[in-house]
């Protein structure tokens, strides 16, 4: 039996604003990916989401929340007097989101102070999942031993997979982004980077160039993801382009989270990395006609692997 672990932050999310009534979520980039991971699994798999959640009633609410749905959180803390970070999603016309964020004094940011509940919750997992957000909310230290735990669980055998995710308000200056988003290539055996954050930070200026300056890093797969382009996927010397299919969007929130999990629950379902993209971009186009970022799991049951 597989066991799936993913770490990061698990947000408030507010969506749908009807004048000034919104719809109360729960979201976030590496929490939407293992609902997909989840969702397409089998159910034998085991789910634990990772993170520090606060002692107040929407912290409690989270933990239900994902306990309803076949998610664990392992050896998560309880902080006393923490709470969840907050985002809200504004919607243009054409189904283009922008954020505001309030997530100073989130749990989350601790998730790695406690290394005895850490190690418990990676401990024995078969896939562990992360991303640039999750090392963007943690200081200096915090990040390096959660990426530390993270390569001694690879030396154990678990595969990493790494979706740098870079989102410039998090983080202080460039370099510090630069720096600690490279240390997740180099903690990762598949890469899941979307090109336009790629871009952003580092200058690349095709896809194929991303490829290569993270292939120098160490991971072995790399699927870049271009939104409505087709993705790139690389393994060893290999480049080939996988289209997405057409569709018009109603929201492109979890786009990219969702084809990373559709793509890694392919591959653990033992799908090569051409098809397992293929199989990402069907469910990807099936998010993008829902509002939200998690579509229901009910919805997903005709595709689960």
């Not at 930070?201 to 490829?211: K, N, Q, S």
């Amino acid at each position: 039996m597989t066991r799936i672990v993913s770490i990061g932050e698990c947000m408030i999310e507010l969506s749908g604003r009807e004048g000034a009534t919104w719809q109360q979520g729960f979201a976030g980039d590496t929490l939407n990916t293992l609902w997909y991971l989840r969702a397409l699994s089998p159910s034998s798999t085991r789910c634990d989401y990772v993170s520090a959640f606060g002692d107040d009633p929407f912290s409690r609410e989270q933990i239900a929340f994902l306990a309803e749905n076949g998610i664990g959180i392992a050896e998560s803390p309880v902080i006393a007097g923490r709470v969840p970070g907050i985002y809200a999603i504004a919607l243009d016309k054409d189904g283009e989101r922008s954020f505001t964020y309030w997530r100073r004094f989130a749990a989350a940011r601790c998730l790695a102070d406690d290394r005895r509940a850490l190690a418990a919750s990676l401990h024995g997992a078969g896939l562990i999942y992360f991303s640039g957000i999750t090392l963007a909310i943690l200081d200096d230290h915090a990040r390096g031993e959660l990426l530390s735990m993270i390569e001694t669980a690879r030396a154990n055998h678990a595969v990493v997979a790494f979706d740098p995710n870079y989102r410039p308000r998090l983080w202080p200056d460039r370099d510090q982004a630069r720096a600690a988003i490279r240390a997740g290539y180099a903690a990762a055996s598949i890469v899941l980077p979307t090109f336009d954050d790629e871009k952003a930070l580092f200058g690349d200026a095709a896809p194929a160039e991303t490829v290569e300056r993270i292939r120098h890093h160490g991971p072995g797969e790399i699927v870049v993801k271009c939104g409505d382009a087709a993705a790139l996927v690389a393994v060893d010397m290999g480049l080939t382009p996988v289209a997405p299919m057409a569709v018009d969007p109603l929201d492109t929130t979890g786009a990219g989270d969702s084809f990373n999990g559709g793509y890694l629950a392919a591959r653990l379902a033992g799908r090569n990395p051409t098809d397992a993209a293929r199989f990402a971009h069907s469910i990807a186009a099936m998010v993008i006609r829902h509002y939200g970022a998690l579509l229901p799991m009910q919805q997903m049951a005709g595709v689960r692997l």
